[in-house]
């Protein structure tokens, strides 16, 4: 996979084991929350290797792993 960088377009391909939101108090939410194939924008990278990503239904921490890169 391509690196990701800020501002880059991204899909859901497969879901965590849960969500956790990016808000100054996060918390842990069901992954049933975003539809595999969800597109999000990268806001951030963050220590650990982590992601805040934007979708439409919120904005969420997710590994790389979970994501790939849209070519827009």
């Not at 220590?47 to 439409?56: C, D, M, Q, R, S």
Request: charged share 20%; hydrophobic share 40%.
């Amino acid at each position: 996979m391509a690196e990701l960088t800020v501002g880059a377009t991204v899909r859901l391909v497969s879901r965590p084991p849960y969500l956790k939101t990016a808000d100054p108090m996060p918390m842990l939410r069901p992954p049933t929350l975003l539809e595999l194939g969800a597109k999000g924008v990268v806001v951030t990278r963050n220590p650990g290797g982590t992601w805040t990503i934007k979708f439409e239904g919120g904005t969420y921490l997710l590994d790389s792993q979970y994501l790939e890169l849209v070519n827009s």
